[in-house]
């Protein structure tokens, strides 16, 4: 069929909505017309960081409505709605072990450019295979994906809203809900308040954590951070963090969660953390200088990568519009709409900082 997609065609090349022919779902596939798609810091890799062959159909955070699904599916039907989360393998220790973002297959399945078969399902007119992302490239009008992709969700709800679920939002309420599980009046402190970010601060709240330290250089995405849970922030710009966060807990922080990647952020999170506090990285980074004894061990602290924030989408989305509805995760605040046609000027506002989720609605 024929579509419309946001292409990348090589490394350093703008995006372009382009028109392209669209496979039909094969027997474990769904086809998906796109409602909106949420940007994210990803597809800016996918765009310029050459993490996935050229050229790239990007767009990983998409919600539609189900048009069709092949013989094997049996999750979903034609009509229901759903968000679009991330590939797994299904098949590997990690995945049946319930943890997907750790599946050993994550890197191929997700930024290799082909399905599990080995093919492309978006071709150029001139035919061109086009890689997909993260198994959905949602930034198009319809999307092929896998049924492990797919996450039914409650049809009261604004689909336009709901697909940062799958991925930023999910990466930083899982992070904190199911990888770091904190108790009842512990500390945390969450660097970067983008959308990773300040799900985790919402994630916080729900759980009643005590001391909720949002830590940005926006005064405004701070603000924001307090509206939504946030107990204490700090402008790092101006501010020594790890003293300030020792002025709220004497001993350091329990838990950090670090969403930016950025070295001395990274470092700064470290040193922010209590003796056996637990730092999980969710921003994607570069080299960073530790020395082992004194930044960890001397201090039995824990460094961890958390991918997808530990979930299992198809049990941990719905779990996010539940809480939604009852107004315990007031994602929507962080959203603003843009037409398709408008998709470069959403990724220059969220570079800038001047929006926080972009949110792209099809026509």
Known sequence: MEIKTALVREQGAGIEIVS????????????????????????????????SPYPLALGHE???????????????????HVVIGFSS??????????????????????????????????????????????GQSSLSTYAVTDERNVVKVDKEVDIRLLGP??????????TVLNFLKPKFGESIAVFGTGGVGLAAVMAAKIIGM????????????????EELGATATVNSKNSD?????????????????????????????????????K????????????????????????????VE???????????????????????DKLIKFYDYADINQAIADSLSGEVIKPVVVMP
């Open 89 to 134: 393998c299904g098949h590997c220790h990690n995945c049946q072990d319930g943890h997907p973002g750790m599946c050993f297959e994550f890197n191929r399945l997700n930024f290799g450019g082909k399905f599990k078969d080995g093919t492309c399902r978006i071709h150029t007119d001139d035919g061109w295979e086009v890689s997909s992302f993260f």
């Open 210 to 225: 005590k001391h909720i330290v949002a830590v940005d250089i926006f005064d405004n995405r701070l603000a924001l951070a």
């Open 165 to 174: 679920l799958g991925c930023g939002m999910m990466t930083g309420a899982g």
């Open 62 to 80: 998409g919600a539609g409505i189900v048009e069709k699904v092949g013989s094997g599916v049996t999750s979903v039907s034609p009509g229901d």
């Open 241 to 277: 963090v790890p003293k300030a966060v020792k002025a709220l807990c004497p001993n350091g922080i329990d838990y950090a969660v670090d969403t930016t990647g950025v070295a001395p952020v990274f470092k700064t999170a470290l040193a922010s953390l209590k003796f056996g506090g």
């Open 309 to 331: 924030g530990d979930s299992v989408p198809q049990i941990f989305i719905p779990q996010l519009v539940d809480y939604y509805k009852k107004g315990l995760f007031p994602f």
């Open 20 to 51: 392209a022919r669209l496979d039909e779902p094969k027997h474990s596939e769904v086809l998906v017309r796109i409602a909106a798609t949420g940007i994210c810091h990803t597809d800016l890799a996918g765009r310029d960081g050459g993490v």
């Open 279 to 306: 730092l999980a990285a969710v921003g994607i980074g570069g080299d960073v200088t530790l020395n082992i004894m004194q930044d960890i061990l001397a201090e039995a602290k824990t460094v961890s990568g958390v």
